[in-house]
């Protein structure tokens, strides 16, 4: 399950490659085979955003509404559009913050330089095209590099920019209308061109035949790599790993890059370029902070961000915090990782218990150097959940026999959070003992709206997470 600009995209462009190559597939196959089956009854064939629409579908990317429609006309909220465009730029997806379900990609696009601080203060409202293309340019790096203006009514830098790269087209009026709301349809097409323009940037190499283990000087030890090998397990052809296609052991590849599968031996060498790569934006974060890490914790780093991207470094995320400053607990330290556990199925982001087990098991190597999952005191988890409003953090890690510290807290408004008790009516406390692994329920004071699930998923109404 091994998931940057600069650093962050050089890890992460397999990944895009293999979408686009997936969605390419579904144009001019899928749809060719069945050109009269109509996904959605607003999303016909003749219609110009029809493919784009189509193959994102198609690739789980985005989705339709409960009635079978699409709604290609639209509006696109700002905090859609960031997503969907910062996504498909090749950034990995951002840490979750309570305060609205966007406010991570927010944050991404301005620890960045994409966006400046005040220049978004509502992620609710309509996106205009011109926003948009400041985003999308500047989440590509794409400059202009002609003098020539394409548009009549709009000379900004970014806009043209995206026009000489193929992803922004204007209307047949020459006009661009940099003040117009941005519908799903025209957003569905620029997502698809920019997933098509970051796979032309990046080529995948495929010389594992011409490469050996020696050809790596990885900081990451033997027992690291064995310990990653064994989180990911073996498969020797090319499977869907819910946001790209992965190989070997978890290393991102194209649909068709190993169309013979690979062995375990060209796995290794791959899975080691992997890392290599990885290493690099690893040991810049680290050098850029300061942090000095023995062996063991190296490994456990290492595979963290093999697994997860290296999106966790940015300076605003609670685990780069911690390892920056220096001064966290056993439990603050497993909680900024145990965040790290959710995946993206059928438009629902979702805690995977595999993925918990594996951060448990890299705080144990982090923390007390065991490699064997077989510590004398073991790390367990709560998940927390809400019938409605929000949650500080859906799910944590504790050490056992020690009490649950940090502790976490849910809101609603109108209504008093109480508490979080288990389905037998036990209450958790902060000054509780860890005994083992838990699920635990808000309570409220007040129930007086209906609704919600805890976690606000409005943005998958129709836009999903690649």
């Known amino acids: 399950m091994g998931r940057e600009r600069d650093s962050m995209k050089k890890h992460l462009a397999a990944a895009v490659l293999t979408l686009v190559l997936a969605l390419s597939l579904f144009c001019i196959s899928a749809f060719a085979e069945n050109a009269t089956a109509q996904v959605f009854t607003d999303v016909a064939s003749g219609d110009w955003y029809y493919s784009d629409v189509m193959s994102l579908y198609q690739a789980g990317v985005v989705n339709g509404f ?31 913050v309570a305060s609205h379900w966007a406010r991570g990609y927010l944050n991404l696009a301005l620890s960045e330089g994409i966006l400046a601080r005040g220049e978004i203060t509502d992620l ?41 790269a193929g992803i922004l087209k204007g209307y047949s009026d020459a006009t661009f209308k940099p003040s117009q709301s941005l519908t799903r349809a025209e957003l569905s097409a620029i997502v698809f061109r920019i997933y098509d323009y970051v796979a032309s940037k990046e080529k995948p190499a495929n010389d594992l035949d011409n490469k050996t283990a020696a050809d790596f000087k990885l900081r990451t030890s033997e027992d690291g790599i064995a310990f990653i090998k064994a989180m990911e397990g073996f498969i020797p052809n090319a499977y869907w790993d819910y946001s790209q ?18 062995t375990k031996d060209e796995a290794d060498i791959l899975l080691r370029e992997k890392i290599d790569s990885m290493e690099d934006s690893l040991d810049a974060f680290l050098s850029k902070n300061n942090i000095t890490l023995n062996g063991n914790q190296y490994d456990a780093l290492s595979s963290f961000t093999y697994n997860v991207g290296t999106t966790w470094m940015n300076s605003n995320y609670r685990l780069a915090k911690l390892l920056s400053s220096g001064g966290y607990t056993d439990n603050d330290f497993s909680c900024a990782m145990g965040i790290w556990c959710h995946v993206t199925s059928g438009g629902k982001t979702l805690i995977d218990k595999n993925l918990i087990n594996r951060r448990i098991r890299e705080v144990q190597i982090f923390l007390s150097g065991d490699y064997t999952g077989k510590a004398s005191d073991p790390y367990y988890y709560v998940i927390f959940t809400t019938e409605k409003g929000t949650v500080d953090v859906d799910v944590a890690l504790y050490r056992a026999n020690s009490t649950y510290s940090p502790f976490y807290s849910a809101t609603n408004s109108g209504d008093t959070f109480l508490g ?23 309570s409220w004071l007040s129930d007086t709206q209906t609704g919600g699930t805890g976690t606000d998923t409005s943005e998958t109404d129709g836009w999903l997470n690649p």
Do not use: H
Request: charged share 20%; with cysteine.
């Open 420 to 442: 979080w008790f288990t389905s037998d009516g036990t209450e958790l406390r902060a000054d509780s003992t860890v005994t083992g692994s838990l699920t635990v329920t808000a």
């Open 66 to 96: 409960g009635d079978g429609s699409f709604k290609p006309g639209s509006t696109v909220t700002t905090g859609q559009a960031l997503k969907m465009v910062l996504l498909a730029a090749g950034y990995a997806e951002p840490e979750t």
């Open 124 to 164: 609710d409202v309509n996106i205009s095209r011109g926003l948009v293309a400041k985003v999308a340019a500047k989440a590509l790096n794409v400059t202009r590099t002609s003098d020539s203006y394409y548009f009549t009514d709009a000379q900004d830098d970014n806009v043209q920019a995206l026009y000489e």
């Open 245 to 262: 296609y992965s190989i070997g052991y978890g290393s991102s590849c194209t649909k068709d890059e190993y169309p013979d599968g690979i």
